[in-house]
T-cell receptor
Framework: SQQGEEDPQALSIQEGENATMNCSYK?????LQWYRQNSGRGLVHLIL?????REKHSGRLRVTLDTSKKSSSLLITASRAADTASYFC????????????FGKGITLSVRP | EAQVTQNPRYLITVTGKKLTVTCSQN?????MSWYRQDPGLGLRQIYY???????DKGDVPEGYKVSRKEKRNFPLILESPSPNQTSLYFC?????????????FGPGTRLTVT
C-alpha cells in the first residue's frame, strides 16, 4: 500500500488564493519531500523536511510536519496560473532500505 | 548543467523483444532509482541502487533488471516486455547518506508494448 497519501485528489482555486495540500503516511520517516510535475514531465523537487523539523519555508511554499499525526501539509501562497501541476509527497521510511515512496498525487488547477 | 538523461524518450515495441532504457547522471550521485508512473497509481519504484554494484528491489521489480557498473549509469532492462509494462518510466538520482535526499528526475521514457 502507499506510504504517502495526498488529500485532496484534486483542487481548483482562483489565482491569488492559497492552496493547501495534505499528505498522510503510515510509518516513521527520515524525511518527507514534496515534488511538482507538469503534464507528463519529470518531477521537480520542491522541498524536503526532516523528521526533527516542524516547519520549513521556501519562497511561496510552506511545509509543516506533524510526526505524532504522521501528516504533512504543503501551502502555496498567492497562487499563480503557473502553479497548475500535480503535486506529490514522498517519504523516506526510517529503517527501510533507502526506498522513497510516493503518493498518488494531487492535481492543482489555478484559474487565471 | 546538472542533469539526468534518459534514452530513448519514446519507444514502441512488441511483446518479447528485449529492450534497454539508458539513464545517466552527471552529479556524482550515489543513489539512483527507476520508477514507473501509471494513471491512478502514482509513481512506483522498480529498482534502486545506493552505489556501484549495489542494487535492490523496489515495490514493482517483476519483469525488470538493472545493473550499476559505473556510478553515472543505471540502465533498465526489460528482457521480455509485456503489454502490462506499457508505462511512463522515470530515472532519478540523488545524494545518499543513510537517507534519500532530493531526487533529480530525468525527462521520462514513454514505453508502449503491443
Amino acid at each position: 500500500s502507499q506510504q504517502g497519501e495526498e488529500d485532496p485528489q484534486a483542487l481548483s482555486i482562483q489565482e491569488g488564493e492559497n492552496a493547501t495540500m495534505n499528505c498522510s503516511y503510515k510509518t516513521s520517516i527520515n524525511n518527507l519531500q514534496w515534488y511538482r510535475q507538469n503534464s507528463g514531465r519529470g518531477l521537480v523537487h520542491l522541498i524536503l523536511i526532516r523528521s526533527n523539523e516542524r516547519e520549513k519555508h521556501s519562497g511561496r511554499l510552506r511545509v509543516t510536519l506533524d510526526t505524532s499525526k504522521k501528516s504533512s501539509s504543503l501551502l502555496i501562497t498567492a497562487s499563480r496560473a503557473a502553479d497548475t501541476a500535480s503535486y506529490f509527497c514522498a517519504t523516506d521510511a526510517a529503517g527501510a532500505n533507502s526506498k522513497l515512496t510516493f503518493g498518488k498525487g494531487i492535481t492543482l488547477s489555478v484559474r487565471p | 548543467e546538472a542533469q539526468v538523461t534518459q534514452n530513448p524518450r519514446y519507444l514502441i515495441t512488441v511483446t518479447g523483444k528485449k529492450l534497454t532504457v539508458t539513464c545517466s547522471q552527471n552529479m556524482n550521485h550515489e543513489y539512483m532509482s527507476w520508477y514507473r508512473q501509471d494513471p491512478g497509481l502514482g509513481l512506483r519504484q522498480i529498482y534502486y541502487s545506493m552505489n556501484v554494484e549495489v542494487t535492490d528491489k523496489g515495490d514493482v521489480p517483476e519483469g525488470y533488471k538493472v545493473s550499476r557498473k559505473e556510478k553515472r549509469n543505471f540502465p533498465l532492462i526489460l528482457e521480455s516486455p509485456s503489454p502490462n509494462q506499457t508505462s511512463l518510466y522515470f530515472c532519478a538520482s540523488s545524494a545518499w547518506g543513510l537517507a534519500v535526499y532530493e531526487q533529480y528526475f530525468g525527462p521520462g521514457t514513454r514505453l508502449t508494448v503491443t
